[in-house]
């Protein structure tokens, strides 16, 4: 069975050498002609562990290769999977499926055998029944083609294992024929005792959807009892082990601080509303539009928090320690960390960066701001360090060392990640999001109050 990946992003360059890992041919597709010959040459255009080294050895196997062609993808491949981007729209935060269509009919026009075409894009529900008629209204006369969807769960960091062991498998198909044909391509997940889901089409669609918007529930609700714990007193770290510790919740994806980002959270819930919507189901996912308040306020939050610990920001120097939405990415796409150095730059700030993977993503972002290759160069001199990325690097760091590379020491820890009594120890200030206040800072009670009512945006 030969395989093709249509879109070689993030998601299909990792499908593609998944999938020549398990033993397939493989053929990718973009239209990007220079993402398709730097892929030809094994080098991988984004940060993602243990992906370069796959992508290398099947490129050099040959088991793996990369074109721009679609008459060559419809002629060679058995099961074509779609996994180009749902960008989210701008005129009403829907997604944009123009890629996908596009894709499902260049595929439809050029494939010349009996084949069976597989979403794995994140879509709106009922995507795969349009698509089918797109398909059919293109395809050929003379061969048979089908479609299943397959949602695809990578997390950024572990996109490997999710993709060649995950936690479930979940097909979207019409027939058992289509299902055996995605048990064989997923065969040895299977017989790992990984979980397969056959399902409905938009039930497929959902899935995906579903288990994003529980995602940024579950952090926008401990992010929300941080602004009360900030404000009446009590430490959120306490707070969420307690609570996770109710087996009916879990402790994983409490972690208070400067909330969700990247290309998956935020575009989802947006375009869920979206749908929902279209369906006449406003109120249904209505409490999705607080969910992303509460993110966005996190943001703003920690603004002032700086503000308040220096007084005021304008021509103040601070350093930024990640902008990556997460730690093991090199993703910034609706980081909160490169979002709070917008900001702060925006007030005047002499805003130093320094990013473990992403300060080129950044760059190409914002390059407004100071973009460092190492801590010690993004805090010398600063009269504020912001922690805004949990990378391992940042969670080592020693107070005594960094107080020898900066000029004052205060820091804001948005993450959580910081040992603060060690940190106060040393004679840091320490402002974190989710305790009341900072012992070792000195400021006015009035700026403290006008602190804690504030919960609009920064000004």
């Known amino acids: 069975m030969r395989i093709t990946v249509i879109g070689t992003g993030y998601l299909g360059a990792t499908h593609a050498a998944c999938m020549a890992e398990l033993g397939f041919e493989v053929l990718g597709l973009d239209v990007d002609p220079l993402r398709v010959a730097q892929l030809s040459q094994g080098k991988l255009p984004f940060h993602e562990p243990g992906l370069p080294e796959l992508l290398r050895k099947h490129v050099n196997s040959g088991r793996l290769r990369f074109t721009s062609s679609y008459q060559e993808v419809g002629a060679w491949g058995d099961v074509h999977f779609i996994s180009v981007g749902t960008p989210q729209r701008a005129v009403d935060g829907g997604a944009d499926m123009s890629f996908v269509k596009s894709a499902a009919t260049s595929l439809a026009r050029n494939i010349t055998k009996d084949a069976l075409i597989v979403g794995k894009s994140t879509v709106p529900v009922g995507t795969t029944r349009q698509l089918r008629e797109i398909i059919r209204d293109n395809k050929r006369p003379n061969v048979s083609v089908n479609i299943a969807w397959n949602p695809e769960f990578l997390r950024e960091g572990f ?48 899935v995906k959807v579903a288990a994003n918007a529980f995602l940024a529930t579950k952090i926008s609700f401990i992010n929300a009892f941080s602004e009360v714990t900030e404000v009446a007193g009590g430490d959120i770290r306490i707070l969420a ?79 930024i320690l990640g902008v990556t939405f997460k730690p093991d990415s090199d993703d910034v796409r609706d980081s909160p960390a490169l979002d709070i150095a917008k900001k702060l730059f925006d007030e005047g700030a002499e ?6 993977a992403g300060n080129a993503n950044a760059f190409n972002r914002f390059p407004q ?20 990325t949990e990378w391992d690097e940042f969670k080592a760091l020693s107070p005594d060392v960094l107080a020898a590379q900066t000029s004052s020491r205060k820091i804001i820890d948005g993450r ?42 920064a000004s």
């Not at 701001?369 to 805004?388: C, F, P, Q, T």
């Open 369 to 388: 701001l100071n973009y460092m290759g190492s801590v010690r160069d993004a805090v010398k001199d600063a009269e504020l360090i912001l922690v805004l």
């Open 241 to 319: 082990d307690a609570i996770g510790l109710d087996a009916r919740i879990g402790r994983s994806f409490l972690n208070a601080g400067v909330g969700f980002g990247g290309g998956c959270l935020p575009k989802d819930i947006r375009a869920v509303q979206v749908r929902a919507g279209e369906l006449g189901l406003e109120r249904s996912m209505g409490f999705l539009r607080e969910i992303d308040q509460i993110n966005l306020r996190r943001r703003a939050r920690v603004v002032r928090l700086s503000r308040a610990m220096l007084g005021s920001l304008s021509q103040r120097k601070i350093a």
């Open 159 to 206: 996109a490997v294992a999710d993709t060649i062991t995950p936690d479930r498998l979940v097909i979207g198909v019409e027939s058992s024929e289509h299902e055996e044909v995605l048990r064989a391509v997923y065969a040895t997940a299977i017989a790992g005792g990984v979980p397969l889901i056959a399902t409905d089409f938009e039930t497929a669609e959902l």
């Open 416 to 457: 959580n990640i910081l040992d603060f009594s060690m940190w106060e120890a040393s004679g840091w200030s320490v402002g974190s999001l989710g305790r009341r206040w900072w012992p070792n800072t000195v400021v006015s009670r009035q700026t403290v109050s006008q602190l804690e009512l504030s919960s609009g945006p």
């Open 351 to 356: 805003v130093s960066v320094y990013d473990p």
